[in-house]
């Protein structure tokens, strides 16, 4: 069997351009995630976009109702949410030391690990072993929670103008990238692009909400078990909920942690609370997410985010399952249009069975 040189240049181009896509992934990781946070918000707010369009506004003063709105809102849960986060996370960080120290001396509820392990020992060695290149200055950590704050600030500017901007000019990208494409295959590439928008705004949206109302069930289960930090804690459930199957495990496992420093049938109560909510939401909410606005198997969600995971860490899990639903769209396309040309082939139109021997 022969290569023609056309197919094997063919071949080691798209090689090469996918090579190229992945260097591009890692090495502007830290931008493509500012970018992917953007468009998923922008994907979450445009329905009500297009809500208030229906009824009768224009794009531009549509877009800015919404984005009021959701600035609104954000400030109400700031207001409501800040000033005891912050309480929280003030007492949270005085009372390490203490943790610790009676850590340290095998007692307090986490007293049992350094009593049965010495954890505290294990840690010592291990630090001891790193030198005079693991010891850091008195200032170090201060300049780095300053320069933590200001890169999250400055993230966030970035994010909220870039969704603002996705908003704005969202549907004349659409309409210029259309228009690129030659007018035999428009229509397809349009119902391609359709049933893209429409799996991936509806996996954004739900996720979004699955994530805040995880975030409530793991507040109130902290609140009436008497975990401290409860609010803090359910913030943190809510951001990590977010990534697909990972989120739920991580948080279980980390609240339950947590809720160790207040006793071991506190922690229990905890952990069997949230892997009975998960187990709930597992069955009900997400397959509505994914099989609903996806139509993925489970099979397929977890090659997906294996997949993602190793391409690009965090940000390939979030986009893994989005990605995977566009690519489902357009294999669903492909073999609709394979089967729509059999269906009217000459057999089907001289209305005669095919002859077979």
Do not use: C
């Amino acid at each position: 069997m022969t290569i023609r040189a056309r197919t094997l240049l063919a071949g080691l181009g798209i090689l090469l351009g996918v090579g190229a896509a992945l260097w591009l992934v890692l090495r502007a990781e830290k931008g493509l995630t500012i970018i992917a946070i953007a468009l998923f918000l922008a994907l979450a707010l445009n329905p009500a976009v297009e809500f208030f369009q229906r009824h009768g506004l224009r794009r531009g003063f549509a877009v800015a109702t919404v984005y009021v709105l959701a600035v609104m809102i954000f400030a109400l849960l700031a207001l409501v949410f800040i000033p005891p986060l912050v309480t929280q996370m003030t007492h949270f960080v005085s009372a390490v030391p203490g943790l610790v120290d009676e850590l340290t001396r095998g007692r307090g509820p986490l007293g049992f690990l350094e009593r049965k392990y010495h954890v505290v020992e294990e840690v010592q060695k291990a630090a001891s072993k790193q030198g005079a290149s693991g010891v850091t200055g008195a200032a170090a950590p201060v300049l780095g929670i300053a320069k933590g704050v200001a890169t999250t600030i400055s993230g966030m500017l970035i994010i909220a103008f870039l969704t603002l901007f996705m908003l704005f000019e969202g549907p004349e990208w659409r309409r210029r990238i259309t228009g690129l494409i030659p007018e035999p295959h428009r229509a397809r590439s349009e119902r391609i692009g359709a049933g893209v928008y429409k799996s991936v705004s509806g996996f954004v949206t739900g996720n979004l909400l699955a994530s805040f109302l995880a975030g409530v069930v793991a507040t109130v289960i902290l609140l009436i078990v008497g975990v401290p930090y409860a609010l803090a804690l359910g913030l943190f459930t809510a951001i990590i909920e977010f990534i697909p199957y990972v989120g739920p495990v991580v948080v279980t496992v980390l609240l339950g942690l947590v809720a160790l420093t207040v006793g071991p049938v506190s922690a229990l109560v905890v952990f069997v609370l949230m892997v009975v909510y998960h187990l709930v939401e597992g069955h009900t909410l997400r397959p509505l997410i994914y099989g609903h606005a996806l139509k993925l198997s489970p099979l397929a969600v977890l090659i997906a985010i294996i997949l993602g995971a190793e391409v690009a860490g965090i940000l390939g899990v979030l986009v893994a399952i989005p990605i995977a639903g566009s690519v489902q769209v357009i294999v669903s396309e492909v073999l609709d249009r394979r089967n729509r040309g059999r269906s009217s082939g000459p057999d089907a139109k001289s209305g005669t069975a095919p002859v077979t021997s």
